[in-house]
């Protein structure tokens, strides 16, 4: 202890007192007078920087990402109208809607906000708990994993849009139910019917109550629906 009633103007802290003194607002951030003075901070130690930067924001290198983003601009992924209307013969990524994103991630790379977590989900989801990014996409299945096991209150937003682009929603993830052709008739006329089983309003409730997922029946976001949908709109409060 520091025999004064003053406060020192410079103390040195050991790294697991690094969280503490940030929300302790004792502190003045460095990188008020950083930014003030154009300090020059690009020769320091890499991993001294890791340590102290928090990334603004991060992607997982997975294409299903830039699918999103391009359908949120009103764009298509591939041609023929994604494949719905003939074979897709060419990718479409490199038209406006894919320029727009890749140049975003590329400004943010050269602002030094774009974190690089690689291709694992798990290590850009422990890095958001880590508190070492701020913000980055995910499955809405990731919701209540994130909000449970986070020791901050954590915040969800829908995709974003460039300036002066209309958003147009995600396109559906995928994670369908296949029926398989080469098997017994009576395994597939159960397998109908399970299908019959998951796609009931009140089940649908209860499966994306459990998993994040979002429910496949219209009558699920329904109050008079079947269950009265008391477990979803409870689920919908505490993960808005």
């Given at each position: 202890?520091v025999?004064?009633?003053?406060a020192p ?7 697991v007192?690094t969280?503490?003194?940030?929300e302790?607002?004792?502190?003045e ?6 930014d ?6 690009s020769?320091?130690e890499e991993n001294?920087?890791?340590y102290?930067q928090?990334d603004?924001f991060?992607v997982i290198?997975h ?6 983003m391009?359908?949120?601009?009103g764009g298509?992924?591939v041609?023929?109208d994604n494949?719905?209307?003939g074979?897709?013969t ?8 894919g ?10 790379r050269?602002?030094?906000t ?10 850009h989801?422990?890095a958001f708990?880590?508190?070492t990014v701020?913000?980055y ?6 919701t ?6 986070a020791?901050f209150?954590?915040g ?6 460039p300036d002066?682009?209309?958003p147009?929603?995600?396109a559906?993830?995928g994670a ?12 597939q006329e159960?397998?109908?019917?399970f299908?019959k ?11 994306a109550?459990?998993?994040g997922y ?8 329904n109050e ?6 008391s477990?979803?709109q ?6 808005p």
């Amino acid at each position: 202890m520091v025999g004064t009633s003053e406060a020192p103007a410079l103390v040195q802290v050991f790294e697991v007192g690094t969280k503490y003194m940030i929300e302790s607002g004792y502190i003045e951030p460095m990188q008020t007078f950083i930014d003030r003075d154009n300090f020059d901070v690009s020769q320091f130690e890499e991993n001294i920087l890791a340590y102290y930067q928090v990334d603004g924001f991060s992607v997982i290198s997975h294409g299903w990402f830039t699918e999103q983003m391009i359908a949120n601009q009103g764009g298509l992924y591939v041609d023929n109208d994604n494949g719905r209307s003939g074979e897709p013969t060419q990718a479409l990524i490199n038209q406006e809607e894919g320029q727009r994103w890749f140049q975003w991630l590329a400004d943010l790379r050269e602002d030094g906000t774009l974190g690089n977590y690689g291709r694992d989900w798990d290590d850009h989801r422990a890095a958001f708990l880590a508190q070492t990014v701020t913000m980055y996409l995910d499955s809405t299945a990731s919701t209540s994993g994130n909000v449970n096991n986070a020791d901050f209150e954590v915040g969800t937003a829908f995709l974003p849009v460039p300036d002066g682009v209309e958003p147009h929603g995600a396109a559906v993830g995928g994670a369908s139910l296949w029926m398989m052709a080469d098997i017994p008739e009576e395994v597939q006329e159960a397998a109908w019917e399970f299908i019959k089983y998951a796609a009931q309003p009140d089940v649908q409730v209860q499966w994306a109550a459990s998993t994040g997922y979002f429910p496949i029946t219209k009558a699920a976001h329904n109050e008079s629906a079947a269950h009265n949908e008391s477990v979803l709109q409870e689920v919908y409060e505490q993960y808005p």
